[in-house]
C-alpha cells in the first residue's frame, strides 16, 4: 500500500477548475459565485439557502453553507429588549450571525487549500461515533484524521474490562482530529471566496426533479445533503472525490422539512453503504458519523441529530436532467417546477459524459454525438447495479428517478433491507403500499428510471440525429420553433428506445447470471443454468421459507463427494444444516423437502461434475477445495440484516461510549462479510465460546422472529 503524506481536512487539495462540477455548471443566480456568496448573501441575506423557493430555469446548484439547526428556527427577542422595526432585517442578522462566516485559524503548519470559517453563535456538542477505514483507504487515503481511532476506542460487541487508557496522542493528531469533526459535523465550513494560489471555492447543493413513487413531483433537489470539498485521488488526478454532508440543515430545496437527518438513519446508512462495497456493489460511501446529542429532530418521536459524511465521485442522478427538461402536461402536487432549459441540458450532459462517464469512442474534437451513448451508458451501469442487488438480495425501498445515481450507484439509504427468509415479492419499505419497489420489481424500476432520462434527453438526442449525428452547440434550441422541438423530440425518444432495453436487460441478465454463477461456485457459462440450477433452488427457498443468505453459505460448504451412498449420513446432515435456516421448523414436511433437496443437488452435483477437469480451473491442485474457497469469498457469512441494524441503533441510542465500539466492529463483520465469524464450523457449543465470539455468531443468525420481513419508513 502506498505511503501518501496525509494532511488535515483543510489542506486536502481542491483539483483544477476543469475539475470541479461548480465551476462548470450555472449556479443559482441568487449565490452567482463564492465571492459574492461569501460577501453578499451570508452576511446580508442569509435566508437565501434557507428558504423553500424554486430556482431559476438554468440553475444547476445553488452555494449553501452546512448550519444544522433545529427547524423552525427559534429566533429569539433582542436582549435587552427592543422594539423590531424590520423584522425581516432582524431575521436576516439572526441567521447571519449562525452562518459559518468568521475566519478561524488552522492551526495546521500545512498550508490550507481552504481556509476555514466558524459562527459567532453556534457551537453545539458534536461527538464523532463512527469513523470508515475502508472509505479512508479506497477514496481519501492522504485525510489526515488524527487520534479519531484512538478516541473511538477499540471494537468489541462483548463489554470490555474497564482499564485506564493513557493517551498516546500528540497536539498535531488531537489537532487533525478536532478539525475533522468540526467540518464533518457543519461546526466549522471551508471555503476560499477568492483564491489566488488555486480555484475558489463553496459548498453547495444541488437542483434535480424526479418521479417519486411514478408520480412526477417537480422540484426535489438536495433538501438535506451538501457538498463541502472535492479532492482528487493522490494516485490518479483524474479521479475526484466529492464529500458530502447529510443532515447538514436546510437548503433552499427542503420544502418543508428541518434538512436534518436522526440518529437511527444515519447509522443505517453510514454501515451500509461499507457493507455494499463489501460485497462488490456499486455505492456511494460512508466516511464518517457525527452525533449532534443537543439537537432535537421531530419525526415519529422525537430523536437526535446526527451528520453522515457520504463520498462519491459524483451525485448526479437521473432526476437532474429531469429538472431541466421536464414531462409536459404533468399534474403534479408539489412545490412546482421551472420549465425546460435546453441549453442548462446540454451543458450537463457534456459535463457528465465528457468529465463523470469519460465516455469512449466520442471525438470531442471532432464534435460526435454523445447524448445515446450517454443514455446506453447509464443504463448499462444501473442495470450491474440493479443486477447486484437481485443476486445479493438487497432491496432499495425508494427507487424514484430522484434515487437513481448516473454512475450507477446505490444511493440514498433509507428503508433498505437485505432478505432473511427469501421472498420474491417481500416489500421492505411500508410506505410502499403497492409493492411498486418490491424485490421482485427492481429490475423493472431501473427500466422506468431510465425511460425517464431517455425523456429528459430525448430533444437533444434528437437534434443530434437531425445534425448528421453531431453534437449540439451552445444555444442548439434557442432558435428552435415548437414544431421542431416536437418532432426532435418524437425522434430522439423512439429511436434509441428499444436498444436501451434491450442493453439493460441484456446486461442485467448477464450480470445476475454470473454472479449467482459464482455463488454457486461455477465459473463456466451455461445457457441452462438459470432455468436448471438457479431458479429451482430460489423456487426451494421461497417453497421452504429458508434464509436467503444462510442456504448460499452452507452450500459453499457443498461438494460433490456427499451423493454416493456410502456418505449417506454426510448428506443427511448437511440438508439438515440447510433446513435449519428456517423460523418454522415445525410447519416443514421435512420427508418431503429433504427429496426435493436431494433431487436439487443431484442435478447440482452433475453440473459442478461438469468443471472438474475443464480449463475454468486449471492450475488448481484440489478442485474442491478451489472450488469451496470461491465460493465462501462471494457468500457473507455476516449480512447487515434488520434486527442488527434495530439492536444496534437502540444501544448506541442509549449510551454512545459503549454503541460506537458495537458499531465499530459490526461495520468490520461487514466490510469483511465472507470471514468465519464466531467460529463457523466449530460444534463448540455457542455458551462455551469467550464472550465476543459467542456474540458474533449470534449476529450471524436469522434473530428474533419478529424482525423477519421486517419494513421500515422513509422518515429519517
Not at 293 to 318: G, K, N, Y
Not at 545 to 550: I, S, T
Request: aromatic letters at 8%.
Amino acid at each position: 500500500m502506498a505511503n501518501y503524506r496525509k494532511v488535515p481536512i483543510s489542506s486536502l487539495p481542491l483539483p483544477p477548475s476543469s475539475h470541479i462540477v461548480t465551476h462548470n455548471l450555472t449556479p443559482d443566480p441568487a449565490t452567482l459565485s463564492p465571492a459574492e456568496f461569501f460577501s453578499d448573501a451570508l452576511p446580508n441575506k442569509p435566508s437565501l439557502q434557507r428558504r423553500a423557493r424554486l430556482l431559476s430555469k438554468e440553475s444547476h446548484f445553488s452555494y449553501v453553507n452546512p448550519m444544522p439547526l433545529e427547524f423552525p428556527y427559534e429566533i429569539t427577542p433582542p436582549d435587552p429588549p427592543a422594539v423590531i422595526e424590520d423584522k425581516a432585517a432582524y431575521i436576516e442578522q439572526w441567521l447571519s450571525e449562525r452562518e459559518a462566516r468568521y475566519l478561524y485559524p488552522v492551526s495546521s503548519q500545512i498550508q490550507p487549500s481552504l481556509n476555514k470559517y466558524t459562527s459567532k453563535l453556534r457551537d453545539r456538542k458534536r461527538e464523532l461515533i463512527g469513523l470508515s477505514e475502508t472509505c479512508l483507504r479506497d477514496c481519501l487515503p492522504h485525510l489526515d484524521v488524527g487520534d479519531a481511532f484512538e478516541v473511538l476506542g477499540n471494537p468489541a460487541l462483548a463489554p470490555l474490562i474497564e482499564e485506564e487508557i493513557i493517551s498516546t496522542s500528540s497536539p498535531k493528531a488531537e489537532a487533525a482530529r478536532q478539525e475533522l469533526v468540526d467540518v464533518l459535523s457543519g461546526h466549522a465550513v471551508l471555503m476560499a471566496p477568492e483564491s489566488s494560489f488555486g480555484p475558489s471555492f463553496a459548498p453547495w447543493s444541488a437542483r434535480y426533479s424526479g418521479h417519486q413513487f411514478g408520480s412526477w413531483a417537480g422540484q426535489l433537489g438536495d433538501g438535506r445533503a451538501i457538498s463541502i470539498h472535492v479532492t482528487p485521488h493522490p494516485e490518479d488526478a483524474e479521479t475526484t472525490y466529492e464529500i458530502q454532508l447529510k443532515g447538514a440543515g436546510r437548503t433552499p430545496f427542503s420544502r418543508t422539512a428541518d434538512g436534518l437527518a436522526v440518529l437511527r438513519s444515519s447509522i443505517r446508512e453510514y454501515l451500509c453503504s461499507e457493507a455494499m462495497h463489501a460485497l462488490s456493489i456499486p455505492t456511494t460511501r460512508s466516511l464518517s458519523l457525527i452525533s449532534l446529542p443537543d439537537l432535537p429532530v421531530t419525526r415519529e418521536r422525537t430523536e437526535t441529530a446526527c451528520i453522515v459524511t457520504r463520498v462519491a465521485e459524483t451525485f448526479i442522478r437521473i432526476g437532474n436532467f429531469e429538472a431541466l427538461n421536464p414531462p409536459s402536461n404533468s399534474f403534479f402536487l408539489g412545490g412546482g417546477q421551472q420549465d425546460a432549459d435546453y441549453e442548462a441540458l446540454r451543458q450537463l450532459g457534456e459535463w457528465t459524459a465528457g468529465r463523470v462517464l469519460k465516455l469512449k469512442g466520442i471525438d470531442w474534437e471532432a464534435g460526435d454525438a454523445w447524448g445515446k451513448e450517454l443514455l446506453f451508458d447509464v443504463a448499462r451501469r444501473n442495470a450491474r447495479m440493479v443486477a447486484a442487488w437481485q443476486a445479493y438480495g438487497f432491496m432499495h425501498g425508494v427507487m424514484n428517478t430522484d434515487n437513481i445515481s448516473i454512475l450507477g450507484l446505490t444511493i440514498d439509504y433509507g428503508p433498505y433491507a437485505f432478505m432473511d427468509v427469501f421472498d420474491s415479492y417481500h416489500i421492505c419499505n411500508h410506505s410502499d403500499g403497492e409493492g411498486r419497489y418490491a424485490y421482485k420489481y427492481q429490475p423493472n424500476m431501473i427500466i422506468y428510471a431510465c425511460r425517464a432520462l431517455l425523456d429528459a434527453l430525448s430533444p437533444l438526442i434528437g437534434a443530434e440525429v437531425a445534425q448528421g449525428n453531431k453534437a449540439v452547440q451552445p444555444g442548439w434550441a434557442s432558435s428552435a420553433t415548437p414544431e421542431t422541438l416536437v418532432s426532435w423530440r418524437t425522434e430522439g425518444k423512439q429511436l434509441p428506445k428499444v436498444e436501451m432495453e434491450q442493453i439493460l436487460e441484456e446486461t442485467c441478465a448477464t450480470e445476475y447470471g454470473n454472479l449467482m454463477r459464482k455463488r454457486l461456485g461455477l465459473r463456466r457459462q451455461e445457457k441452462t443454468d438459470q432455468r436448471e440450477i438457479v431458479q429451482p433452488l430460489l423456487d426451494m427457498m421461497e417453497a421452504q421459507q429458508l434464509d436467503f443468505h444462510g442456504t448460499f453459505r452452507r452450500l459453499a460448504f457443498f461438494h460433490t463427494g456427499m451423493m454416493k451412498e456410502d456418505d449417506s449420513e454426510r448428506m443427511e446432515v448437511f440438508i439438515k444444516g440447510i433446513l435449519s435456516g428456517t423460523p418454522d421448523p415445525d410447519r416443514m414436511e421435512h420427508g418431503k423437502v429433504t427429496e426435493e433437496w436431494i433431487a436439487w443437488l443431484d442435478k447440482y452435483s452433475a453440473r459442478i461434475e461438469t468443471e472438474r477437469h475443464g480449463e475454468e480451473w486449471a492450475g488448481e491442485a484440489d478442485f474442491d477445495s478451489a472450488r469451496q474457497d470461491a465460493a465462501k469469498s462471494v457468500n457473507p457469512r455476516f449480512v447487515l440484516r434488520q434486527w442488527v441494524l434495530e439492536e444496534l441503533i437502540k444501544k448506541v441510542e442509549a449510551d454512545h461510549d459503549s454503541g460506537k465500539r458495537i458499531m465499530a466492529k459490526v461495520m468490520q463483520m461487514a466490510c469483511m462479510p465472507f470471514e468465519p465469524w464466531g467460529a463457523e464450523g466449530d460444534d463448540i457449543p455457542s455458551d462455551d465460546l469467550p464472550a465476543e465470539i459467542r456474540e458474533e455468531r449470534r449476529l450471524c443468525g436469522l434473530g428474533d422472529k419478529r424482525f423477519l420481513g421486517f419494513q421500515c419508513s422513509c422518515s429519517s
